[in-house]
């Protein structure tokens, strides 16, 4: 299996940092790679696919790239709304497997 | 608008089966490259990816607990199925069915908790 290793476990952020969390994958995944968003109590919505496409409907200050194996999520002047636990998934071979998880929290 | 639905028991006891459905709307799984999936989230293992079935009928199992899922689907109904068999305390978890579209999940149900418990 392909392991995405997530970093970091939790994070602390004011409104006006940029918000950077990365995923490594154990190896290359053609950028089969997305990032969800889980507020507590609701299902995973996502954020961006194929490791750079902004999905429908979320704001431009959300972006992810790639350098080599490791791929980031970047929230550019984050909002208090975007608090919540993000998840990368790479879904380039079977099982698809996710990272454990960012809890961030805006101050 | 595609929305989601899972529906499933609630509580069982140890070794008994495990019936979920998805009921969706806003695309249809005979649809060429369609494709539903079931991912499961419990507080000591984090998302985990069960099993998913393509508008062709293709299935596709996680090896980890292959032998005791199975898939499968209803197109006229609009609705996606998975059994779990021999359910154990440790299968206790909020179950979600997603929209698969390429490599992403683009719509995720609202989950159902199900609690294994004797």
């Known amino acids: 299996d392909i392991q995405m290793t997530q970093s970091p476990a939790s994070l602390s952020a004011s409104l006006e940092e940029i918000v950077t969390i990365t995923c490594k994958a154990s190896?290359?995944?053609?950028?089969?790679l997305s990032w969800y968003q889980q507020k507590p109590g609701k299902s995973p919505q996502l954020l961006i696919y194929d490791a750079t496409s902004l999905a429908d409907g979320v704001p431009s200050r959300f972006s992810g790239s790639r350098s080599g194996t490791q791929y980031s999520l970047k929230i550019s002047r984050p909002q208090v709304d975007d608090s919540g636990i993000y998840y990368c998934l790479q879904s380039y071979s079977t099982p698809p497997t996710f990272g454990a998880g960012t809890k961030l929290e805006l101050k | 608008q595609v929305t989601l639905k899972e529906s499933g028991p609630g509580i069982l006891q140890p070794s008994q089966t495990l019936s979920l459905t998805c009921s969706f709307s806003g695309f249809s799984l005979s649809t060429y490259g369609m494709c539903v999936g079931w991912i499961r989230q419990s507080s000591g293992k984090g998302l985990e990816w069960l099993a998913n079935i393509w508008w062709n009928d293709d299935k596709y199992y996680n090896p980890s607990l292959k032998n005791r899922l199975t898939i499968s689907k209803d197109t006229s109904n609009n609705q996606a199925f998975l059994k779990i068999t021999n359910m154990d305390t440790a299968d206790t978890a909020t179950y979600y069915c997603?929209?698969?579209?390429?490599?992403?999940?683009?719509?995720w149900g609202q989950g159902v908790m199900v609690t294994v418990s004797s």
């Open positions: 997603a929209r698969r579209t390429g490599s992403s999940l683009d719509y």
């Open positions: 190896q290359g995944i053609d950028d089969y």
